[in-house]
């Protein structure tokens, strides 16, 4: 789980009750926007018009494909405002749309072909059209809004469709096998369409066999498995999950053979039975936090059970508390947040039933890196990004892997595979010569990676502890690096052998950032329990609070030539404090300690990001609102406003030589502004969308 979302409560209630954010005059123009596109396929060989609405779209002067290959014809064929789904919010969606003639060869490669429209010297973020082989899709046969009128479709087939209104819904007919599970799949949200999509099965006799809503989190599209108890036809309901729809709620469904042959197939522990405990159990049951002496992390921890005993006796699911305890109307686990789904507990149920076994194969369980880089079909948020010292290079997180871009965003020249599926902070050394990077598995690793910048390989990977790491920071020497943990704990290594050099546990929450002193003596840290330390690094012992605020504290910055940290937190207010003890309240009652050097004006939003220019003249701070804020470092006055563009900012940074501020967050794209002005320079993709033969390199080697 991300970080940000775990604060997302608390944001939404700030967001109610914030005040206006800035005067009109202050904000600039909103940027060119799509919001939705229709259809969200076409076949290959296809000619005629493709529909895109959004924001300033009749300001539209062209239109870009990417892809491997480039269509007979693209233009602007139309442009005219956009009318409004009845019941939702104009503001978000836009206020026009433009229609583009189309035209592909016969041969035109079968894949994803990114679209962006040229409006008003920008270029939109690209937005995804799905080029399909034409015997594999279809188009949606209306009526088809009842089991009587149901579409039929088979294995293998895609539908292009739209839920046309509100409470409309779409059914297909499938012809089912017993024990013959089928995939059922929807691409809608991922793909720039308004359907939050919800999909349910039933069967011949009305009765519900799955339901699928989001499929994950983060994710609103839905896929689930059906496995038909009997031969016979069944059927498929795709309505959206709001009861919305209009021309723009557009869709692609799609149905496959499951890859699991029979039900019948023996459960595996490694594949499927670790998945479930990781995604619902671990978290309490693992080391280092075994709630009732239980660990769940290895297949030999779970034999050996808690203190109550056995959690598993072979061949008997109810007599095995692994079962018992998840399954039923009220089940006792998971004690918070939602509990397991049917399947899961199925997968559970079976794979004691079947004897238990063991399939834990000789590289033991986990996450680790994957044999091939991630292909992406949507911008995933970003948590991180920086620029080397001397400007040349960006550094973007991305799955699994660190995005090298340039550093004007003209071109991605690298990408570096590693073991932690999330990168939660990247830092260059000093002299630019290595990059390191923190994140890791939540529940199962924390890592840190040191690259050789010039080489593009891995120089070593640090592990530490059983959660993810946090907040990296170079000493200014580049000798050591220190992190910050979902553990609490706040850690430093030696830079160039990877061994431990500190540890400390004065934190009672996770700890989001690290910053070194300039002479490297001292540490500071700050954390979610509202704590600011100041930690003597050859001893990690606390030294004293470097300040005591009110609100958990989320991101920091250090000053780039003097001990000063700027932090903030779910308040909204970005505080400069140096990095000396707290000393203590001038007077009873009065807020302000001597460490303290002012006060930015509040923004009444969780602020996930503060950066200092590489003068420290300037401080940029952006959060939960997607607004973010430009002020001196001096005298602490705004000297801009940058209105929300793409959601919540999670990351900022300033080019080290240029004159602009690099931004990012939840939309998954990358802004530079102007650092004086706060106007828009360019907007570009984080990471590569929609094709394998994107640069890097598949497995860096490890010195």
């Known amino acids: 789980m991300i970080r940000h979302y775990s604060i997302c409560c608390l944001a939404l209630s700030c967001l109610a009750m914030a005040a206006p954010s800035s005067r009109a005059e202050d904000k600039p123009e909103p940027v060119p926007k799509v919001t939705a596109i229709v259809p969200l396929s076409v076949p290959q060989g296809f000619s005629g018009t493709v529909r895109l609405r959004g924001i300033k779209l009749k300001e539209a002067t062209g239109v870009r494909a990417d892809g491997p290959a480039q269509p007979d014809e693209i233009g602007i064929k139309e442009k005219k405002d956009a009318a409004t789904p009845a019941g939702m919010e104009k503001d978000p969606l836009g206020e026009s749309e433009v229609t583009i003639d189309l035209r592909l060869a016969a041969g035109f490669p079968a894949g994803p072909m990114s679209l962006s ?99 994950a989190l983060t994710a609103r599209d839905a896929t689930m ?19 919305f729809g209009s021309e723009w709620h557009s869709y692609r469904l799609e149905v496959a053979l499951a890859e699991s042959s029979s039900q019948t197939s023996a459960v595996s522990f490694s594949r499927e039975v670790w998945p479930v ?90 996450t680790r890196r994957p044999d091939q880089l991630p292909l992406y079909h949507a911008l995933p948020a970003v948590p991180a990004l920086a620029f080397s010292p001397d400007g040349s290079l960006l550094a973007v997180a991305g799955h699994h892997e660190i995005i090298l871009h340039r550093g004007d965003g003209s071109a991605i020249t690298g990408r570096w595979l590693g073991n932690s599926p999330r990168i939660e902070s990247l830092a260059f050394s000093r002299d630019g010569k290595f990059l390191a990077a923190c994140g890791g598995a939540p529940s199962e690793f924390g890592e840190i990676q040191i690259w050789d910048v010039a080489a593009g390989t891995l120089v070593r990977s640090i592990r530490a502890g059983s959660d993810t790491l946090y907040g990296v920071s170079w000493s200014d020497d580049g000798s050591r690096l220190a992190v910050g943990g979902a553990d609490k704990l706040v850690r430093a ?108 004006e509040h923004m009444a939003t969780p602020l996930h990001a503060v950066a200092f220019s590489a003068d420290g003249n300037r401080l940029a701070c952006g959060g939960q609102n997607g607004e973010i804020r430009l002020f001196l470092t001096g005298s602490g006055k705004r000297e801009a406003t940058i209105a929300p563009a793409g ?57």
Request: aromatic content about 4%; hydrophobic content about 40%.
């Open 277 to 366: 405990l990781r995604a619902n159990c671990v978290s309490c049951h693992r080391p280092g936090k075994m709630k009732g002496k239980l660990d769940l992390t290895s297949m030999a921890a779970l034999v050996k059970g808690g203190k109550h005993g056995a959690v598993v006796k072979q061949g008997a699911p109810a007599d095995s508390p692994l079962v018992s305890e998840v399954s039923g109307d009220e089940p006792a686990m998971p004690p918070e947040g939602e509990p397991l789904t049917e399947v899961e507990v199925a997968v559970l149920s079976r794979w004691v039933a079947e004897g238990a076994v063991d399939d834990t194969p000789a590289e033991g369980l986990g």
């Open 225 to 243: 498995e059906v496995t038909p108890t009997a031969d016979g036809p069944f059927f498929v309901v795709l309505q959206d999950a709001l009861d």
């Open 493 to 600: 290594f030696a830079a160039d052998s990877g061994d431990p050099l500190m540890q400390c546990d004065n934190h009672l929450d996770w700890v989001f950032g690290t910053a070194f002193a300039h002479d490297g003596s001292k540490l500071i840290s700050i954390s979610r329990d509202r704590g600011v330390k100041l930690i003597d690094v050859a001893s990690g012992h606390l030294i004293d609070d470097a300040a005591r605020p009110r609100e958990p504290v989320l991101a920091m910055a250090r000053h780039p030539q003097e001990d000063l940290v700027a932090f903030t937190g779910t308040e909204g207010k970005v505080r400069l404090h140096r990095m000396a003890p707290r000393g203590g309240r001038l007077k009873e009652g009065d807020d302000k300690e001597e460490s303290a050097v002012r006060e930015f």
């Open 647 to 703: 959601g919540p900012v999670f990351t900022l940074a300033f080019h080290p030589i240029e004159d602009y501020l690099a931004s990012a967050g939840s939309d998954g794209q990358v802004r530079f502004y102007h650092a004086s002005d706060g106007h828009l320079i360019k907007s570009f993709a984080s990471v590569p969308l929609g094709g394998p033969d994107s640069p890097g390199v598949p497995m860096p080697p490890v010195k």
């Open 117 to 215: 429209v040229l409006a008003g010297g920008l270029a939109t973020a690209p937005v995804l059209l799905q080029v399909v082989p034409s015997a594999r899709l279809q188009e949606e046969k209306e009526p088809n809004n009842g089991f009587s009128s149901a579409m039929k479709l088979e294995p293998g087939q895609s539908v292009n469709g739209l839920i046309n209104g509100q409470r409309d819904v779409d059914v297909f007919a499938l012809a089912g096998k017993a024990g013959q599970p089928l995939k059922v799949s929807v691409t809608a949200h991922a793909a720039a369409s308004l359907l939050d999509p919800l999909l349910t099965a039933y069967d011949a006799a009305g009765q519900q066999l799955a339901t699928m809503d989001d499929a």
